[in-house]
């Protein structure tokens, strides 16, 4: 085991950040995190194809020739006083990523990519860049639409190391427009004959999880090791859902740092367009259901009935569109899990 539970030694820390045509949340973002507690960590910023110019912003900001909007007043400190530019920084290919990380030092690393390669996938070429070096021990996987608590990451760690049998921990996340209030309270319950999952607001014990809250997730390398990494058969939706689902079956146990409190915009990172989010949500719940549930042809009926008959009541017949394209889509990707190489 590459940890001994309960050690409070720091152990490095790769935070992998998702951008997608969303710079000045991402900026924000990185302003936060650089004010972390933890001394040992590097931050992989992987630009999924965006077309508002959103790498060369983030490079400007790490030049300090532009500053990180404000969330929310009340959030104030977390992001503010800039934090000390420039940030050394290195600006890479998806292809110059995956040939190593070892040989870079600076603690920014910016990835562009000239495609959408969707969540799992982007997600993918930080997870394996982090992993070509050696001394990498947990990859923190952190919506670009979040602010972070400076002790968010110590208390993560902290948490991971308890239990040697613990391969993610998640975040409790609040809305960043009311920061006092809890949007999910780490884990969900998932429901694989509907294709549901539901979080909770109130503090829970681990044992209840299905899965982990993506938004703010840690993993030990050694969990994805075992694994996998995430399926790249989800663009949107569902990726950290199926990703813990596999941990649990490999015997890994998922875990709650209530010490950890990250800040979230809701629908930041999509815009919350429910026609176009509805073909994601489709492709992804039929690809989960395929992979986990133990009845899933009966299960996909079910839940393409439940999707079918909500749009038609409400007489949303573009949503009913994308519903269907969303099922074209399921049946154009083979059921494969990727491996860590």
């Known amino acids: 085991m590459h940890r001994e539970c309960g050690r409070q030694e720091l152990l490095k820390v790769y935070i992998v950040i998702l951008n997608w045509n969303g710079w000045n949340d991402t900026i924000a973002c990185l302003e936060s995190v650089f004010r972390l507690n933890y001394l040992d960590f590097r931050v992989v910023v992987f630009d999924n194809g965006s077309q508002d110019g959103s790498f060369e912003q983030i490079v400007r900001w790490a030049n300090g020739q532009i500053l990180a909007e404000p969330v929310n007043p009340e959030l104030f400190d977390l992001t503010s006083p800039p934090f000390p530019k420039p940030i050394p920084h290195i600006e890479l290919t998806g292809e110059q990523a995956v040939s190593g990380a070892a040989s870079h030092k600076a603690p920014l690393v910016l990835i562009r990519s000239d495609a959408n390669l969707g969540y799992a996938g ?6 394996r860049y982090a992993l070509s070096d050696p001394d990498c021990e947990f990859f923190w ?3 670009n639409d979040t602010v972070v608590d400076p002790e968010a990451l110590s208390a993560l760690v902290t948490k991971a ?8 921990v998640a975040s409790i996340c609040y809305f960043a ?9 780490a884990g969900v319950r998932v429901n694989l004959w509907m294709g ?53 079956k490999k015997g890994w146990r998922l ?6 409190r990250i800040l979230h915009r809701v629908n930041g990172s999509t815009g919350g367009n429910s026609v176009v989010l509805d073909r994601y949500f489709t492709a992804s719940g039929l690809r989960i259901i395929h992979l986990h549930s133990p009845m899933p042809q009966i299960a996909m009926s079910l839940f393409l009935a439940r999707r079918f008959t909500v749009r038609l009541l409400r007489f949303r017949f573009s949503n009913c569109k994308s519903v269907w394209a969303g099922i074209q889509d399921y049946l154009q990707m083979l059921p494969i899990v990727p491996k860590t190489s």
């Open 177 to 185: 427009d009311a920061p006092s209030t809890v949007q999910a309270w």
């Open 161 to 168: 190391l308890t239990d040697r049998r613990i391969g993610a």
């Open 122 to 127: 982007g997600n993918n070429v930080g997870l």
């Open 255 to 260: 875990a709650a740092a209530p010490a950890s």
């Open 196 to 248: 549901s999952a539901r979080s909770t607001t109130k503090p829970r014990r681990d044992q209840w999880f299905h899965a982990l809250y993506g938004a703010s997730l840690l993993v030990a390398r050694v969990a994805v090791g075992d694994t996998g990494l995430l399926d790249e058969g989800f663009f949107l939706y569902w990726e950290e859902t199926e990703f813990c689902i596999r941990l649990s």
């Open 141 to 143: 996987l952190l919506n």
